[in-house]
């Protein structure tokens, strides 16, 4: 019989290469989607068709109650949340009934419906914050430094406390920043990417950005989803950092991006005070072992190949954006 997996945040950038993998692997692939009022399924375009979606929301127990009821999963990947640290700084309530309380009201879903659902919980570098040790690994102390990250460690805890309480198979994936074509564009690396384009076609003229100098260990989003799976394919539930191993900083990144397309980031990039966050993760720096021991886990794309694959997907897509007359340079 088809394992049946349901996803959480599937119209996300994470969760659409995760339904991808799933499907491959010849699974039932459910979709949770909130009500909005136009559809945003444009991640999920290829494999609308694939896949079952079904509407319940994260603040909504019932809601979640009915569709784990309907779907009876045999493996549930929690994506879901408020995932931009920006707005969790102006929505910091709303940020923690999706990140923190959400978690636990699936949990509990799946407590009382069907307890022998596998269970990944997105959890994040964004915990670890105000670095106390480099690497960050699984054993590091956590120190979160924005509500986001505050709402994560709930997440976090809250699902190790279930597998502790009540032998659910919960595991928390740490992952470090991924990133893709299908990345927001308010993301420091999908903004710059999609500036480059613009800046490139005669679009724009400037970036404007905030902190360069922050470091992050950002990987690929498809490589991200393989090692989400790779968790619930284990006999014991446990917690991996997912993480390139390397870090490179916002500056490296626009470097790498603008000379892609032949351009000095320092003759586009404007350091602009209203993007610096009122506190800052400075450094991030994953240390895969555990995963990469355990999990047979190994990324496929590199750090550059990333940057490259972004910049150019943004240059087809703003290329074809053009309006067939005009005065683009
Ligand atoms: P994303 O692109 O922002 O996607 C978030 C998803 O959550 C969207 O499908 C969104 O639905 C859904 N969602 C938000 N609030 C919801 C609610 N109340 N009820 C139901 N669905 C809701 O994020 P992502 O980059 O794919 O990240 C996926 C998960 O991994 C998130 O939990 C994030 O915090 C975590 N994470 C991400 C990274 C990273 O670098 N990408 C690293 C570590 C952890 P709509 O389409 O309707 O908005
Ligand atoms: N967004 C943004 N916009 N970030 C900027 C800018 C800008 O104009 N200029 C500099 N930055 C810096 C931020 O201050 C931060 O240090 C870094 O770029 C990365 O910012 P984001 O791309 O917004 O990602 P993030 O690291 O805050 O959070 C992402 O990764 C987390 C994992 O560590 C998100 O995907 C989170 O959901 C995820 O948990």
Known sequence: MMKRALVTGVTGQDGSYLAELLLNEGYEV?????????????????????IT????????????????????????????AQSYVPTSFDQPVLTAQFNALGVTKLLEAIRRVKPDTRFYQASTSEMFGKVREVPQRETTPFHPRSPYGVAKVYGYYITVNY????????????????????????????????AVARIKHG???????????????WGFA??????????????QPDDYVIAMGETHSVRDFCEIAFAHVGLNYEDYVV????????????????????????????????????????????????????????GYV
């Open 30 to 50: 459910y979709g949770m989607v909130r009500r909005l009022s136009w559809e945003n399924y444009e991640r999920i375009a290829a494999i609308r068709d694939a």
């Open 271 to 326: 350091v602009d005070p209203h993007f610096y966050r009122p506190a800052e993760v400075d450094l991030l720096l994953g240390d895969p072992g555990k995963a990469r021991t355990r999990l047979g886990w190994v990324p496929e794309v590199s750090f550059a190949d990333l940057v490259t694959m972004m910049v150019d997907a943004d240059m087809r897509r703003v290329a074809d954006e053009r309006p067939l007359v005009g």
């Open 203 to 217: 679009l724009a003229r400037e970036l404007r950005l905030g902190n360069l100098d922050a470091r992050r260990d």
């Open 163 to 194: 597998r502790e309480s009540y032998g659910l198979h919960a595991s928390n994936g740490i992952l470090f920043n991924h990133e893709s074509p299908r990345r927001g564009l308010k993301f420091v690396t999908r903004k710059i990417t999609d």
């Open 53 to 80: 979606l079904l509407e319940a929301d994260l603040l909504d127990e019932y809601s979640l109650l009915t569709v784990i009821e309907k779907v009876e999963p045999d493996e549930l990947y929690n994506l879901a």
């Open 222 to 235: 498809g490589d991200s989803a393989r090692a989400m799976w790779l968790m619930l394919q284990q006999d």
